[in-house]
């Protein structure tokens, strides 16, 4: 099975500085077609996950440019350029390279400092 | 404005059985992938299961296998997951989602297994 691994576990950040969370596979995230297929979600306290990105790079409708993804391979991350009040919850990353089995990485709680 | 709405959750005893449901809408149900996506209590995401549109293909994380059945109902525009065999480890807020790389997720329902 492919694991995904997190970096850091929690993250305290001072509002509008930056914020950068890694994200590493145990195998190659790239698929036969060409394409990387990692997602990053946000969870804020209380609710569902969102998706924020998807493979890799592309951010959903709505999500602030202030979020960014990017990497290849097995070495990911999520940068948020300048942190606000209502980023704070926890960010999981997830591949579907190798569906139709989903794997998690751990979350990162992001806080404000 | 797609919509996915679960609900089933309760409290069962070890060994018991619940059946989860989620509705969904705004969207075309009988296209898509669909999974199961659960929480315990302060951890993290975990995918349980998904179901390929024609219902052919289902497949389990290997902890529920034997234990948990997907199924779908694409005239009600429905997902269901059967869990039988309950455990305590099982208790969790489950999701449901749909599996276009998991763009959109339900609220969630509570399972809770316990004595």
């Known amino acids: 099975d492919v694991v995904m691994t997190q970096s850091p576990l929690s993250l305290p950040v001072t509002l509008g500085q930056p914020a950068s969370i890694s994200c590493r596979s145990s195998?190659?995230?790239?698929?036969?077609?060409?394409?990387?297929?990692l997602n990053w979600f946000q969870q804020r306290p209380g609710q569902s996950p969102r998706r924020l990105i998807y493979k890799v790079s592309n951010r959903d409708s709505g999500v602030p440019d202030r979020f960014s993804g990017s990497g290849s391979g097995t070495d990911f991350t999520l940068k948020i350029s300048r942190v606000e009040a209502e980023d704070v919850g926890v960010y999981y990353c997830?591949?579907?390279?190798?569906?139709?089995?989903?794997?998690f990485g751990q979350g990162t709680k992001l806080e404000i400092k | 404005e797609v919509q996915l709405v679960e609900s089933g959750g309760g409290l069962v005893q070890p060994g018991g059985s619940l059946r989860l449901s989620c509705a969904a809408s705004?969207?075309?149900?009988?296209?898509?992938?669909m999974s199961w996506v659960r929480q315990a209590p302060g951890k993290g995401l975990e995918w349980v299961a998904n179901?390929?549109?024609?219902?052919?293909?289902?497949y389990y994380v290997d902890s529920v296998k034997g234990r948990f059945t997907i199924s779908r109902d694409d005239a009600k525009n429905s997902l269901y997951l059967q869990m039988d065999s309950l455990r305590v480890e099982d208790t969790a807020v489950y999701y449901c989602?749909?599996?276009?790389?998991?763009?959109?997720w339900g609220q969630g329902a509570l399972v809770t297994v316990s004595s």
């Open positions: 195998q190659s995230l790239v698929y036969s077609d060409g394409n990387t297929y």
């Open positions: 989602a749909r599996t276009t790389a998991f763009d959109y």
């Open positions: 179901m390929k549109p024609d219902g052919n293909e289902k």
């Open positions: 705004g969207f075309t149900f009988s296209n898509y992938w």
């Open positions: 997830m591949q579907g390279t190798y569906w139709p089995r989903y794997t």
